[in-house]
């Protein structure tokens, strides 16, 4: 079998190619260069994967584990896909989750078929802390990681259920003590690099930044939910649902962002208590598992959320309403709410609102 590795040059993706070499596979070491390399630097203070630095390592373990290594330019994909999506839907007052979307049309899933396609590759195997497995009733499913700290079962829940045969995620059952311990055991230099944790073409900005610089400045009014103008922002992009530091404003209590109404270009804000909500509504779910399969569901909103039971599901005339037995604390247009059953991934869908039209 002929599996390609998605080698970022991080430890994670090295000890994958190691694992699928030691398994017996026919390994060929891939990876995909986002930026062009003069908007990339060496010494941008965080923790970035998007350096020609991480390019260099990714072929240095392929060289040290003697397997070829390819490079894939696909900063015009990248671009179409997920920086000009996720700058739209800041501009609108949403917040995205490009990590997923990357995920589904770019890195991943899009990949998978992609290399198939062209080269004949039966798998693509990557770095994700996840499961996949073959249900005796489900099929092949999707199921949260062994180590549930590193779990990124969320971030692969817009992945269509066919693209699932296309796909491998060797790590799933270890820790990442686990897996630095078998880098270390080979001597891959990248046994003790750090990982990374932040948007790669941010290069190290917040979204707003990042915007600002493209969009320039867009000021409007920051408005308490109860009428009274409390001062003025520079763009709605530069806030999101939930926020609290970076309002510019002052007031007598603490005060939260609770809406961006981008056709009025007006950050809404209040007190905590109107953050939280028990109803989200979405266009579409990504199903997994068949929605008359579901039985003890839970949702989850955010990454490092804590899932929440699911009271009810209804199809609306625009999608789904989804109904939850409590309230969660800020649900945001553009973020995931994943859908699991224990540690099965179900679905996803991209939350589209919280308010009723």
Not at 56 to 81: C, M, N, Y
Not at 87 to 93: D, E, L, Q, W
Not at 303 to 316: A, F, L, M, N
């Amino acid at each position: 079998m002929r599996v390609a590795v998605g080698m970022s040059g991080g430890v994670d993706s090295s000890v994958t190619a190691l694992l699928m070499k030691e398994a017996g596979y026919e390994v060929i070491g891939v990876t995909l260069r986002f930026h062009s390399i003069d908007t990339c630097f060496e010494n941008i203070p965080l923790d970035i994967c998007c350096s020609p630095k991480d390019v260099r390592d990714a072929a240095l373990v392929s060289k040290k584990l003697g397997i070829p290594h390819l490079t894939f330019d696909w900063e015009k994909i990248f671009q179409e896909r997920v920086i000009n999506p996720f700058i739209t839907a800041y501009s609108k007052g949403i917040t995205p989750n490009p990590c997923a979307l990357c995920n589904r049309d770019v890195k991943t899933a899009y990949f998978a078929r992609y290399l198939k396609m062209v080269a004949d590759i039966d798998k693509l195997a990557t770095g994700h802390y996840a499961r996949i497995e073959d249900h005796s009733s489900l099929g092949k499913v999707v199921k949260r990681a062994t180590d549930k700290k590193r779990d990124q079962s969320y971030f692969l829940s817009l992945i269509k259920k066919e693209d699932l045969d296309l796909l491998e995620f060797p790590l799933g059952n270890m820790t990442k003590e686990k897996v630095r311990e078998i880098a270390r055991k080979y001597n891959l230099e990248v046994a003790d690099k750090r990982d990374s944790q932040e948007i790669c073409f941010l290069m190290g900005k917040s979204p707003g930044e990042y915007i600002s610089e493209i969009l320039g400045v867009k000021e409007g009014p920051i408005k308490h939910i109860k009428g009274k103008v409390l001062g003025k922002h520079k763009g709605i992009f530069n806030f999101t649902i939930g926020q609290r530091r970076g309002l510019g404003i002052s007031y007598k209590e603490p005060l939260y962002v609770l809406e961006l109404d981008a056709e009025t270009n007006t950050v809404i804000v209040g007190e905590e208590k109107y953050l939280y909500n028990d109803t989200v509504y979405v266009k579409e779910i990504n199903f997994h598992v068949p929605i008359e399969k579901w039985n003890s569901v839970e949702a989850q909103i955010r990454y490092r959320h804590q899932p929440v039971e699911v009271e009810s599901i209804d199809k609306t005339s625009e999608g789904f309403k989804v109904k939850l037995k409590k309230e969660v604390r800020s649900p945001t247009p553009g973020q995931i709410i994943a859908f699991y059953e224990g540690d099965i991934l179900l679905g996803g869908a991209v939350i589209e609102r919280v308010k009723e039209l």
